[in-house]
């Protein structure tokens, strides 16, 4: 297994411009999120989907797209891109919390964002 | 929603020390409190974690309390190693909010030789 994968691994945008932030991964996972890492702040949630074709806002959403089109793939969309959102964006995946017991989140390998 | 706060930010150890991270939470409906390390440019990995119905866990080297009334948890990590350091992340979930993780803001410790 691959585990939770994410590309691009390094990029550079101007204001305005828009991209998507790819993430997949390969173990069945029902629920995926996607967090940024600022310093001194920890992991922030922006979205995340409990399952194919649902999603839902994080604690900061804005300026953000995501869909859930397969179990498999996350991507992240930032609409126009704007310096405040300069980071590193963290993809995550878990298994569905069942009966009550929690499940590990896996966490992918990072994309560092830089909004010049 | 939940707040999270972690403390202290940075933690400076001589190898064999002990370190001890702590970490307040704000809502009384979280009942699970998972432990991330960071090293540096990699991704977090879960530690250790811990449930609402359980005051202490170990493994081997690392810890971690809860006191649900004062709505706080600690990390503790024993006879420390150089590997140690890295930064460690805190968090909370509640059962209402499935897997929605809420961070705190992170410790970086470092193992002095």
Known sequence: NAGVTQTPKFQVLKTGQSMTLQCAQDMNHE???????????????????????????????????????????????????????TSVYFCASSPTKRGGSYNEQFFGPGTRLTVL | ?????????????????????????????????????????????????????????????????????AKHFSLHITETQPEDSAVYFCAASMAAAGNKLT???GTRVLVKP
């Open chain 1, 31 to 85: 629920y995926m999120s996607w967090y940024r890492q600022d310093p001194g702040m920890g992991l922030r949630l922006i979205h995340y989907s409990v399952g194919a074709g649902i999603t839902d806002q994080g604690e900061v959403p804005n300026g953000y797209n995501v869909s859930r089109s397969t179990t498999e793939d996350f991507p992240l969309r930032l609409l126009s891109a704007a310096p405040s959102q």
């Open chain 2, 1 to 69: 929603g939940e707040n999270v706060e972690q403390h202290p930010s940075t933690l400076s150890v001589q190898e064999g020390d002990s370190a001890v991270i702590k970490c307040t939470y704000s809502d009384s409906a979280s009942n699970y409190f998972p432990w991330y390390k960071q090293e540096l440019g990699k991704r977090p990995q879960l530690i250790i974690d811990i449930r609402s119905n359980v005051g202490e866990k170990k493994d081997q080297r690392i810890a971690v309390t809860l006191n649900k009334t």
């Open chain 2, 103 to 105: 961070f705190g803001g």
